[in-house]
């Protein structure tokens, strides 16, 4: 069954640092993969995807995310975090044939002034 | 920017009380899915239409959820009679196509449920 994981509930980093948030997943074919990001009482926001081609994804607020097959894995990544960037982020695979999206339980990213 | 509305924000209420939510894709989107977001996990698919058509509402508890999309616009989802386990935020979204995931989800802000 398809499946996502994401290994840490809660991720705290400092304003200026980098960030590497990590996102592994089960699914039988080559997947179609999301990162959403969720401010407190908020939708859900995208950030970027990934269908197929390049496997470093470039997405919107300077995020990005490389996906590996090998590792089963689309971590996410930003090179300098604001203090705007704390929330709380879901990594999702999509079934091709529904659209349906499954959702790891997410990590709450908190940033240090 | 075209947004998907959701009412109420908000919603306390009694257990074995029937409540209610509202949701308005984007003009145009054919899909619109219903999710439940447990405080502290991802979103869980309840019910997916395409049109007015349910696609899948395989995580649905009939035995007390219903979900319509009349005219294959807007949407309510209901539950009743509502249980302490359903407190949780409601999500909405809709995309453009058929079920694909090639197309981008746009949510809504949720309706936060909380059962007393």
């Known amino acids: 069954a398809q499946s996502v994981t994401q290994p840490d509930i809660h991720i705290t980093v400092s304003e200026g640092a980098s960030l590497e948030l990590r996102c592994n997943y089960s699914y039988g074919a080559t997947p179609y993969l999301f990162w959403y990001v969720q401010s407190p009482g908020q939708g859900l926001q995208l950030l970027l995807k990934y269908f197929s081609g390049d496997t470093l994804v470039q997405g919107i607020k300077g995020f990005e995310a490389e996906f590996k097959r090998s590792q089963s894995s689309f971590n996410l990544r930003k090179p300098s975090v604001h203090w705007s960037d704390a929330a709380e982020y879901f990594c999702a695979v999509g079934e091709r044939n529904t659209g349906k999206l499954i959702f790891g339980q997410g990590t709450t990213l908190q940033v240090k002034p | 920017e075209a947004e998907v509305a959701q009412s109420p924000r908000y919603k306390i209420t009694e257990k074995s009380q029937a409540v209610a939510f509202w949701c308005d894709p984007i003009?145009?989107?054919?899909?619109l899915y219903w999710y439940r977001q447990i405080l502290g996990q991802g979103p869980e698919l309840l019910v997916q239409f395409q049109d007015e058509s349910v696609v899948d509402d395989s995580q649905l508890p009939k035995d007390r959820f219903s979900a319509e999309r009349l005219k294959g616009v807007d949407s309510t989802l209901k539950i009743q009679p509502a249980e302490l386990g359903d407190s949780a935020m409601y999500l909405c979204?809709?995309?453009?196509?058929?079920?694909?995931?090639?197309?981008?989800?746009?949510f809504g802000p949720g309706t936060r449920l909380t059962v007393l």
């Open positions: 003009s145009g989107h054919a899909t």
């Open positions: 979204a809709s995309s453009l196509a058929l079920g694909s995931s090639t197309d981008t989800q746009y």
